[in-house]
């Protein structure tokens, strides 16, 4: 089964702190994405990417920047944070996209006081 | 655009029972449908998948059938165990764009009680 692991799984920052969350895979996906769980809303597309280099634009991208600079690595990046942003984040990645199952990885756990 | 609907946030059954729950989806491309399953403090992982239109397609006791004519690709087990308890989210995928990704639903949390 594919790979994929977070880092950190827990992370607390200050309101304005920077954040960055980690992501990589290691079964040559091409596809890697960014979500965001809130009760109530289920999985949010925050930023998606279809190879190094590449980077889209999910449904709630505000305040957040991706990159994708390997096959391997996707980044998400929370250059001011704020309390809105405390959230559980998924990374997944998949091989061939929309048709294709997506992986998981374990999550990460973020709090902005 | 594309969307996902899920009617039930929560269904509470007793063990044995038969469940269904409900996905509809909106879109103007040919739809593939996921049901994904999130067991608590675990990552969310596919339980089906399915393109094909009154086609029955099932995993590990679960079963659903995309029906293009009403736009639904309900999820349905016979019997519910005490393990099925999890949010399940159904997911449509956007066929109509070079690049992929998925819209998810809410999600239905099901809780199975002895």
């Known amino acids: 089964e594919a790979a994929v692991t977070q880092s950190p799984r827990n992370k607390v920052t200050v309101t304005g702190g920077n954040v960055t969350l980690s992501c990589r895979q290691t079964?040559?996906?091409?596809?890697m994405y960014w979500y965001r769980q809130d009760t109530g809303h289920g999985l949010r597309l925050i930023h998606y990417?279809?190879?190094?280099?590449?980077?889209q634009i999910g449904d709630v991208p505000d305040g957040y920047k991706a990159t994708r600079t390997t096959q391997e690595d996707f980044f998400l990046l929370l250059e001011l944070a704020s309390p809105s942003q405390t959230s559980l984040y998924f990374c997944?990645?998949?091989?061939?996209?929309?048709?294709?199952?997506?992986?998981f990885g374990p999550g990460t756990r973020l709090l902005v006081l | 655009g594309d969307s996902v609907t899920q009617t039930e946030g929560l269904v509470t059954l007793t063990k044995g029972l038969p469940v269904m729950l409900n996905c509809t989806y909106q879109t103007t491309y040919s739809p593939f449908l996921f049901w994904y399953v999130q067991h608590l403090n675990e990552a969310p992982k596919l339980l089906l998948k399915s393109s094909t239109d009154n086609k029955r397609t099932e995993h590990q006791g679960f079963y659903a059938t995309l029906h293009k004519s009403s736009s639904s690709f309900h999820l349905q087990k016979s019997s519910v165990q005490l393990s099925d308890s999890a949010l399940y989210f159904c997911?449509?995928?956007?066929?109509?764009?070079?690049?992929?990704?998925?819209?998810f639903g809410a999600g239905t949390q099901l809780i199975v009680i002895p």
């Open positions: 079964n040559s996906h091409n596809y």
């Open positions: 997911a449509l995928s956007d066929r109509g764009s070079a690049l992929g990704r998925l819209h």
């Open positions: 990417s279809y190879g190094a280099g590449n980077l």
């Open positions: 997944a990645s998949s091989d061939e996209g929309a048709q294709d199952t997506q992986y």
